[in-house]
């Protein structure tokens, strides 16, 4: 197995977790604790043409099995070239999103079978999973406004799944935590506070 911790944010769009992502890497390199950022999709070469195609707006007729194909096609890249380097060097791994992301988006949003998926998730991830994640839970209408607006000043286009209303949302936000139920490695954080509470519950729910 390998010796360094990993660890992964999810959440609805919106939640915050890029910007806890970023307080916690401040945190570690203050405490000269080594550590990989990753994200997904993407992370890698092939990871980031593959993000290209699923969040650009103008993509269509995606079918659900494609879409749940490729965010597995870019997570195989992550871990091959990304994640397990970074856990055999010993260093902490946080990942932007990583399979659970795909139960709650393709099983709960799209509707594929969730036994289906976690056969995918065993093919692709075989023993890298995240010994916690944490989930930042947002109300969706104040999620979606926050991702909104924060989508006008990018420079991508990544404007296809906050296109979805928030009745798609909710279903994202009910699986989560459905799949927060069934896993104690899944730790549940308010995300509507401010910036540093949040932080500071992430950093004792890491116990570092
Ligand atoms: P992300 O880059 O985390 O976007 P944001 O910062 O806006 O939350 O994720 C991009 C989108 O991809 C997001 O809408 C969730 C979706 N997604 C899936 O549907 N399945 C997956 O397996 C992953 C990793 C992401």
Known sequence: MPEGRFVSFEGIEGC?????IELLSDYLKSRSMPHTITREPGGTAVGEGIRRILLHSETIHLTAASE????????????AEKIRPALERGEMVVCDRFYHAS???QGYGRGI?????EKVTDLVCD????????????????????????????VEDEGRFEAENVEFYTKIRNGYLAIARRDSR??????????????????????I
Do not use: C
């Not at 915050?16 to 806890?20: A, E, L």
């Not at 079978?113 to 998926?117: K, N, T």
């Not at 916690?132 to 991702?147: K, N, S, Y």
């Not at 607006?149 to 990018?154: E, K, P």
């Open 113 to 117: 079978p969730l036994d289906f998926i």
């Open 127 to 154: 023993q890298y999973r995240p010994e916690l994640t944490i989930l930042l839970d947002i109300e969706p209408a104040v999620g979606l406004a926050r991702a909104r607006a924060r989508n006008h000043q990018r």
């Open 68 to 79: 749940l194909l490729l965010f597995y096609a870019s997570r195989s890249q992550n871990i």
């Open 103 to 105: 139960m709650a988006y």
């Open 186 to 207: 899944i730790k549940i954080i308010a995300a509507d506070r401010s910036r540093q509470e949040v932080h500071r519950d992430i950093l004792l729910a890491m116990e």
């Open 16 to 20: 915050g977790k890029t910007t806890q």
